[in-house]
């Protein structure tokens, strides 16, 4: 441990900041029963302790901004610095949610213009912005297409199709929305396919939850048939936009034939990822799934802008209040810099960076999928000699200095490495990264024992994981 | 401005070594007839003009800095110490990861890990994770835990839980068999005692008990989990509460909830806030979402990993305790500040401060004429004030003549209860404010009569 427990500069006496004076004596307003017998135990630490604890954490931590981040399906794309300006406006930071929608109407707008760019930018007609996250926003679609069911007396499906390249999510969601999950396996391109697929389904799908591009990076040319082939078997249609960095301003979920989109402002749109959050997961869709949205929605009559509360079919809220209104604020913010030509070009970008990198590397690796990649792409490690593991690259990663890519997902490669450059990387980054990780495959030929070993440079080195789920200590 | 580094020359560089003529080849897969004619409908906008357009977004609103906030009802006007702000602007916290490679993220792991013991600490129970989305999808979560833990399926409420709470934890059981039963309020704003046992039965997973309650009354939890005997009691508290108030885990709770916005977190118009979910060691193996353990390295060394993944969606898939695979990292960590900075006596000064303040600004808006408490019961630092005519119009009118935001009607909540104003007092409110606000009502309520 590089830096003691907070707990550990305890000094009896001590204290930070005062928010407050002393108030004098609880028990003047309530009966001794209804009060803490002790103080909490809490830390008794100086300002400028609490400061510096906390700044030397921050030093063992990487970021975006500390380097290179090819986490794959993470979209680890640099955060902009004027997001974080935006947000902290006290108009939008000191706004009371409960506050009238009068008293508001620079965060409805926001809102309310927010919804309608991802509209534009999914193809879809109605959108709501509370999900808190990823995770929220596919447990929204599920929702929506169960009362969908229960509204068009088809209440008895109760399937939902995924394929085997999903996130775990995926099926998880399924599983907390009271649907059964049913896998449909992918052909050798990467692809649903679609033999497979006329196969499971039946009588009882609910309907399919897609990536697309895929968590291969792969775009799978036929999504409007896997569409129709649900839509054929009263099945609504659901697309992860986990992959949405790889084809704005290029094509649309509607157009493809979806029903419910969720995005990930914090991959697409720039908004920092923060350690694990905060995040958000709007819901786009159709016009005939609007009233099933989680509400309120911000809607604008003439000029003014108001939070329209009647949605008949409403699936309920999903979180608390509006949403994460600040991670919205940076989402816009990036919006209304790139406009849409900026959004095209960002696609692009990314795809085009993906590929150069996957040039660069696929001599190296084992690579599965001869096509083009999208905005990432998945390698493997299975080939390496002297019992390299793909876990073993990601740590020798760590000790040249950067992130390691995403590993052993998805599970349907074999020692995968899912590496996702994003846009916002620049060709000597890629040129840099590409020569380190040829010479890491090198390494692994020549002296295994220096990946098998690694890391060696970090604050803390492999960690026993087994021991600490046996054992769990989760509290000081 | 898309934060592109390339040159012309790098893009003909990189198609060149692809292979390719041109970008669009890569986009190859994408069938003919899916692919986007035209993509024109936002021009883009250079920094300065982005941060003028987003500045009158922000102007347009009434924020608290500039009207004395007595709104409440789940968020909080608190004040926010600046080294929160100036810890939590650290790039090495906010643009990483969930922290998937452990030993480049041992900042976050163990800034989570200081997080989860100190809401140990506050609610008195022995584990907690990594953080919630927020309070109420916490609350769902929480009432997923007692129901999958006791394989029962009713699920006893106060109705003095917040109805923004209920709304959420609705639709977590929205597909699921389990029932929501409400148990009611006495007429001194605390559970009824009576209403609870008659409604409790063997089949009873737990009761669930906002404390202090939606209407800022603090309930007796000692003498219902007497009545609740060994099903499990679910406790919602107000973090900032429990500097002052017992914990619940003193008084027999099995599982404790509860939003994080009141320690640190800016109110920004509904989230991003984080919630706190704590249980006691039986049921540790059932928490959702993130949780981090303290280890070592290969080289002894100790250390912090994410760990019981065994639990979570990337390994179970479809048998996870949830679908949530992230967490509120900053938003928790803003939190762990704000409760370090404070200490063990500030944090409780600030309760203390809410509380004598709440019943300063009681006492001085009851001396107005036709201005009540509806409750008789002990309340911490919101109360219900029922006023000689409708609420609602009364703080519009409050704001429009006097500019303060007065409380939240209740009638938003419910239609019927026209005549009731939620009013929240933080550490923040000054006595000229208080003061500012009971004449403000007296003379609005005299002139709308």
């Known amino acids: ?476 | 401005m898309a934060y592109i580094p390339l040159t012309a020359s790098d893009r003909e560089q990189m198609l060149r070594k692809i292979g390719v003529a041109s970008v669009d080849e890569l986009f190859s897969d994408i069938p003919e007839d899916l692919r986007l004619k035209s993509f024109d409908w936002l021009p883009p906008s250079d920094e300065r003009e982005t941060l003028s357009i987003l500045k009158g977004l922000a102007e347009a609103n009434r924020a608290a800095a500039e009207a004395p906030c007595f709104l409440g009802a789940g968020a909080y006007d608190h004040y926010i110490p600046a080294a929160v702000d100036a810890i939590c602007s650290r790039s090495e916290f906010y643009t990483a990861y969930t922290p998937y490679q452990p030993e480049v993220s041992q900042g976050t792991l163990q800034a989570i890990f200081e997080f989860q013991s100190l809401i140990c600490a506050l609610t008195g129970l022995a584990v907690s994770n990594a953080s919630m989305y927020d309070g109420p999808s916490a609350l769902g979560e929480a009432v997923l835990i007692a129901s999958s833990y006791t394989k029962k399926q009713k699920v006893l409420y106060a109705e003095s839980l917040s109805p923004v709470y209920l709304a959420v934890v609705r639709t977590y059981l929205e597909s699921g068999s389990i029932e929501l039963i409400p148990v009611k309020t006495a007429r001194d704003g605390r559970v009824d005692p009576s209403d609870l046992s008659s409604k409790l039965s063997a089949d009873t997973a737990c009761l669930v008990l906002q404390n202090p309650n939606f209407f800022g009354v603090i309930e007796d939890g000692a003498a219902l989990k007497k009545i609740l005997g060994p099903t499990m009691l679910v406790v919602c508290a107000d973090p900032n509460s429990l500097g002052l108030l017992a914990p619940p885990g003193s008084y027999g709770a099995s599982i404790c909830v509860g939003d994080c916005q009141p320690l640190g977190l800016p109110m920004s118009f509904g989230g991003p806030y984080a919630g706190y979910l704590a249980v006691s060691n039986d049921l540790m193996r059932k928490l959702p979402g993130r949780i981090v353990g303290r280890t070592v390295d290969c080289d002894g060394k100790t250390g912090f990993v994410l760990t019981l993944q065994t639990r979570e969606q990337h390994i179970k898939r479809e048998k996870a305790t949830s679908n949530i695979c992230s967490n509120q990292a900053l938003c928790a960590l803003r939190s762990t500040i704000y409760i370090c900075l404070l200490g063990k006596t500030g944090l409780k000064n600030v309760s203390c401060a809410c509380l004598d303040k709440a019943h300063r600004m009681a006492e001085a808006a009851c001396k107005n004429k036709g201005f009540s408490l509806r409750y008789t019961s002990p309340f911490y630092k919101e109360f219900v004030l029922d006023c000689p005519s409708n609420a609602a119009k009364l703080a519009e009118e409050v704001f429009n003549r006097f500019g303060i935001l007065a409380g939240v009607p209740l009638s938003r909540f419910n239609p019927q209860d026209s005549n009731g104003l939620l009013i929240s007092v933080t550490e923040k409110r000054t006595g000229d404010e208080i003061v500012g606000l009971s004449a403000a009502l007296a003379q609005v309520a005299g002139g709308l009569k």
């Not at chain 1, 049913?182 to 499971?200: C, F, H, T, Y």
């Not at chain 1, 608390?320 to 696609?347: C, D, E, P, Q, W």
């Not at chain 1, 002297?386 to 052993?408: E, Q």
């Open chain 1, 1 to 476: 441990m590089k830096e003691k427990l907070i707990f550990d500069y305890t000094r009896p006496g001590k204290t930070g900041v005062l928010c407050s004076g002393p108030a004098g004596s609880p028990e003047r307003h309530l009966p001794a029963d209804l009060i803490r017998k002790d103080y909490a135990n809490l830390p008794e630490v100086s300002e400028v302790e609490t400061v510096r604890h906390f700044t030397r954490l921050s030093q063992l931590n990487y970021g975006v901004d500390s380097g290179f981040y090819p986490l794959g399906s993470c979209t680890m794309k640099y955060n902009p610095k004027i997001n974080e300006k935006t947000a902290s406006l006290e108009g939008f930071a000191g706004l009371h949610p409960m506050i009238p929608d009068s008293l508001a109407q620079g965060a409805l707008r926001l809102i309310c213009e927010l919804q309608e760019y991802l509209c534009r930018i999914t193809g879809m007609q109605a959108c709501s912005l509370q999900p808190a996250a990823g995770a929220s926003g596919e447990f929204t679609g599920l929702l929506m297409m169960r009362r969908w069911h229960q509204v068009k007396g088809t209440a008895h499906k109760n399937e939902i199709i995924i394929p085997d390249s999903a996130h775990g999510t995926n099926p998880a969601s399924v599983a907390l929305t009271g649907f059964r999950v049913v896998e449909v396996k992918s052909n050798s391109q990467g692809w649903v396919d679609i033999e497979a697929l006329k196969q499971v389904v039946n009588e009882n799908t609910a309907g399919l939850m897609i990536t697309n591009p895929n968590t291969l990076g792969l775009f799978d040319g036929n999504i409007r048939q896997v569409a129709d082939i649900i839509h054929a078997a009263g099945g609504l249609v659901h697309y992860d936009g986990a992959n949405l960095n790889a084809i704005m301003g290029k094509c649309r979920p509607f157009d493809m034939g979806f029903d419910i989109v969720h995005m990930n402002l914090h991959k697409t749109f720039s908004t920092p990822h923060g350690g694990g959050g905060p995040g958000s997961g709007p819901v786009t869709v159709t016009k005939e799934l609007r009233d099933f949205l989680p509400g309120p929605i911000a809607a604008r009559s003439g000029d003014s802008f108001f939070m329209d509360h009647d949605l008949k079919h409403t699936i309920g809220k999903v979180t608390g209040f509006h949403g994460n209104f600040a991670v919205m604020v940076k989402a816009y913010t990036y919006i209304r810099m790139l406009g849409s030509a900026g959004l095209k070009a960002a696609s692009e970008t990314a795809v085009l960076n993906a590929n150069y990198l996957l040039k660069l590397l696929d001599q190296h690796l084992k690579r599965d999928f001869p096509q083009f990649c999208m905005h990432e792409f998945v390698l493997s490690g299975r080939e390496l000699p002297n019992g390299v593991h793909t876990l073993d690259i990601a740590k020798r990663l760590l000790d040249y200095g950067y992130h390691a890519p995403t590993i052993y997902f998805p599970l349907i490669v074999k020692e995968a490495i899912m590496i996702e450059p994003t846009e916002t990387e620049s060709l000597e980054t890629l040129d840099a990264f590409a020569s380190t990780m040829v010479r890491i495959c090198e390494e692994a030929a020549a002296n295994p024992e220096l990946l098998k070993q690694a890391p060696v440079s970090t604050p803390v080195r492999r960690l026993d994981e087994v021991n600490a789920a046996r054992k769990p200590v989760l509290c000081a």
